[in-house]
């Protein structure tokens, strides 16, 4: 099953992984995000502790589409101190909307640290994607793509509810739809049940004969006794405009003293307690950062290398965490041929 061009749904190999679930709005913590909590420290200064330096400043490149690092500033100067309740390293749209639903429904404070700036790495190359097509009820992620939808849903809901433009222009958001393409009668054996499966789990599924097919989108050619799966209720959000929407919600928090973001500032190591072992915080080329209540390691397929880097070789937490572009090499097709699933 090899993606084709489409006018009106989006079409995908069955193959490949669509709902951006840890690249979209989840809860807290999402599964490319790890936490480490301290042990509470009565004498933690307020937030920000520091002088007025210690707020940091922002720096980033904001092209018409798409932002690129800058190399990290050193200095020799002495690294600017401050305390905050959870510390986030990663601000793609993941550690971004962490930021996002603490400030919203917590009297925390947050900082974000990132090597670069949004939308650099994973978040900026995303397909933006709010599919179930390739979602399996039951499944480790059933759950995770499900909560996904829904946040993003609601978001979108109170965007429409607040702006002239909704949505469609805060987020990129639209119903654009997907569709699974069978070539032969065994594919579309299998979209039949998959179908199935997911209408019964309450997702609005239909499979599509070749006619039908034709009628919806008359570019795509297959043979009589193939056809599709098509999911309509499925969307698309421009990551972009998206990650700009939840920068500035976070930045609205700056002034009451609960917000900071440091970019183009990489991570270079854990803070410990002396005492306890246990993290307190995070070392950044410019910054200390400590987190009150926690550290979280938001920073997707970097996750798992940022952690070795921290904890050391010796280490034997292990997070499964790989680049998707790696994870596909292995992926086939039903009858065994190796797939792109771009």
């Excluded at 520091?50 to 100067?77: C, D, K, N, V």
């Excluded at 970097?302 to 790989?322: A, C, E, M, Q, Y």
Aim: net charge positive.
């Amino acid at each position: 099953m090899l993606p084709l061009p489409s006018s009106r749904a989006h079409i995908h190999s069955s193959s490949s992984s669509a709902v951006p679930s840890p690249d979209r709005l989840p809860s807290p913590l999402p599964m490319d995000a790890f936490a480490f909590s301290p042990a509470p420290s009565p004498n933690a200064a307020p937030f920000p502790s520091a002088s007025p330096s210690s707020r940091g400043h922002r720096f980033s490149i904001r092209g018409p589409r798409r932002r690129r690092p800058l190399p990290a500033l050193r200095s020799s100067a002495a690294p600017s101190a401050s305390h905050h309740d959870v510390v986030v390293v990663g601000a793609g749209i993941v550690g971004l909307s962490i930021a996002r639903h603490l400030l919203l429904h917590t009297p925390l404070s947050v900082a974000v640290a990132d090597a670069a700036v949004p939308c650099s790495g994973a978040t900026g190359a995303g397909q933006g994607y709010v599919w179930m097509s390739h979602r399996t009820p039951g499944s480790d992620t059933w759950d995770l793509a499900v909560r996904s939808k829904q946040l993003w849903e609601d978001l979108a809901a109170e965007m429409d509810g607040l702006r002239a433009g909704g949505a469609r222009e805060s987020l990129g958001w639209m119903k654009t739809g997907s569709l699974l393409v069978g070539r032969t009668s065994k594919e579309l054996a299998t979209l039949e049940e998959k179908t199935k499966v997911l209408s019964q789990a309450g997702i609005n599924a239909e499979c599509l004969s070749a006619s039908s097919l034709h009628a919806l989108e008359p570019a795509l050619c297959v043979r009589n006794d193939g056809g599709a799966m098509f999911l309509p209720e499925d969307r698309q959000i421009d990551v972009f405009q998206a990650v700009s929407l939840i920068e500035k919600i976070n930045r609205s928090y700056s002034p009451k003293g609960r917000y900071m973001e440091l970019y183009n500032d990489p991570a270079m190591s854990l803070i410990r307690s002396e005492v306890t072992g246990r993290v307190e915080g995070v070392q950044t080329s410019k910054n200390i950062l400590y987190g009150r209540k926690a550290t979280v390691v938001a920073s997707g397929a970097w996750t798992r290398s940022l952690l070795h880097s921290f904890l050391g070789p010796n280490s034997t937490l292990d997070i499964p965490v790989k680049p998707r572009k790696e994870a596909a090499g292995s992926l086939k097709d039903f009858q065994g041929r190796l797939i792109n699933p771009y």
